[in-house]
């Protein structure tokens, strides 16, 4: 029996992709507890598992939603904000690298981890493994995302190129990639101008120096969020989802790791026609564009409804809009704020996604094909993976109409071909489930005596 932390952040989507997996360790006899910010909390405990707080001070109640969801919008209005959080991350940064370590090395002497699992979906990723490492504990990344890879072999995951394997895909992915690295130099410098610079370089190498860690082991040109380091790589995405010929030393692909016993809001099923075929759309739980981009989104979806007035459709429509925001709603269209997701999809026949990696394999999981507006980070990347698959289309979020909606909702639920092809996926992703990998290989991470443990 071992004792499992995950240090994850207080990204709903994120913490629910660790779920499964922190639920097969903890039946497995394993002690499995969460630790992070406050804003974690709720999230975390609901499901049954122990968490433990760290830098009230901080990251205090509601720090997350108010302050760093803010700072990552594109609105000019929120550039106070991005201030804001850019120098408390550094004031947090100086207050470890003078001692404020200690208050987390308190937390996990008691805890007394025999490995720690850290998200790589959030910004603050490569502080909490430095500390680990400083602190000797066993460490590995977790990816709920497929980005990371920085080779001939996979495009950025920001972008929706394709990457076939192909000599003409390579070159076309290099060229992506040295354009990607001239772009984030020029994005360094003008968010280091502005004030809006989280986590500089600078900063992160003297809490390296601080970690005792090497600076040639930290990977700082990468298309995640921020920099890695040389840690053993869990992916919670089937491997034949991803790019075919993706390779990476210290890299394991798992199983897709759906919860599906984790908490779930209520629905009114009782409007549902149960004879007719469910549409279900959502943008995912973040709240990155403008209230008015998401209400425009979701009117051009009632319209496109129109055509089909016997069928069931349901919007989603997040925290950063209400029923209210939409009057003349025809009876067959049901809006909520949030839904049963996991039991929606089992009766859907498509989904209007965002593409977020969750939805993403849950789509799949259930055998629902999807019709993908990727808006932000990693969703093109997926979108591309859906689309090479034939498991959807990808539409544009900025200039769909409702004439485009429903050409793309006829050819995916006329033609069977994206059914089939969903269907052939869903197999190989409920096999791969039910082998569970990820346990296996955690197992097994633990057993190793060394730091990173890299397997045969």
């Known amino acids: 029996m071992a004792n499992i932390v995950f240090c994850f952040p207080p990204i709903t989507s994120t913490i629910n992709s660790s779920l499964r997996l922190a639920r097969l360790l903890k039946s497995g ?6 630790i992070g910010i406050l804003d974690c909390k709720s999230n975390v405990r609901a499901n049954g598992f122990d968490f433990f707080s760290v830098y009230e001070k901080w990251f205090p109640k509601g720090w997350f939603d108010d302050y760093f969801v803010k700072s990552q919008s594109s609105l000019d209005s929120e550039h106070t904000i991005k201030r804001d959080v850019a120098g408390n991350f550094n004031d947090f940064l100086n207050y470890i690298i003078n001692g404020g370590d200690s208050e987390l090395a308190l937390i996990l002497k008691d805890i007394k981890p025999d490995i720690v699992l ?22 590995i990344y977790v990816f709920d995302i497929l980005g990371g890879v920085v080779n001939h072999t996979v495009p950025p995951v920001h972008t929706g190129l394709i990457s076939t394997g192909s000599l003409w895909s390579s070159l076309k992915t290099l060229l992506v990639w040295c354009v990607f690295y001239f772009k984030k130099i020029k994005i360094q ?3 280091t101008k502005n004030g809006f610079d989280i986590f500089s370089n ?16 930290i990977s700082f040109f990468n298309d995640m969020s921020g920099p890695l380091l040389k840690l053993p790589e869990l992916v919670l995405f089937p491997k034949r989802f991803d790019f075919p010929g993706v ?9 897709a ?7 779930q809001a209520s629905f009114p099923w009782e409007k549902v026609i149960e004879s007719q075929p469910i549409v279900y759309a959502a943008l995912g739980t973040l709240p990155l564009l403008a209230k008015a981009d998401y209400e ?8 496109a409804s129109l055509k089909w007035p016997e069928w069931n459709w349901v919007l989603s429509i997040g925290n950063n809009l209400t029923v209210d925001d939409f009057e003349s709603v025809p009876a067959n269209v049901i809006i909520v704020n949030r839904v049963p997701q996991l039991e929606l999809l089992k009766k859907a026949s498509l989904m209007i996604t965002h593409g977020g990696p969750n939805s993403v394999k849950e789509c799949i999981f259930f ?13 093109p990347g997926n979108v591309a993976r859906v689309t090479y698959h034939g498991l959807g289309l990808k539409g544009d979020f900025k200039t769909i109409t409702a004439k485009e909606l429903q050409d793309l909702i006829e050819e995916v639920t006329v033609n069977p071909e994206f059914r089939e092809r969903t269907k052939a996926m869903q197999k190989y992703f409920i096999e791969t489930e039910q082998a569970k990998p990820s346990l296996q290989l955690i197992e097994r991470f633990i057993m190793q005596a060394n730091i990173p443990p890299f397997l045969d």
């Open 367 to 379: 055998g629902v094909p999807m019709i993908v507006f990727p808006l932000w980070f990693d969703q």
């Open 189 to 191: 410098k003008i968010l």
């Open 29 to 34: 006899g394993h002690n499995v507890s969460y």
């Open 247 to 255: 390779k990476k030393t210290g890299r394991y692909y798992a199983e």
């Open 296 to 303: 425009n989104f979701f009117r051009i979806v009632i319209d």
């Open 118 to 139: 850290i998200s790589t979906s959030g910004i603050d990723s490569v502080v909490w493994a430095l500390l680990m490492h400083k602190m000797n504990y066993k460490s």
């Open 202 to 217: 600078k900063k992160i190498l003297g809490l390296a120096d601080y970690c005792r860690y090497p600076s040639e082991d």
């Open 257 to 263: 790791s759906i919860d599906l016993d984790r908490e």
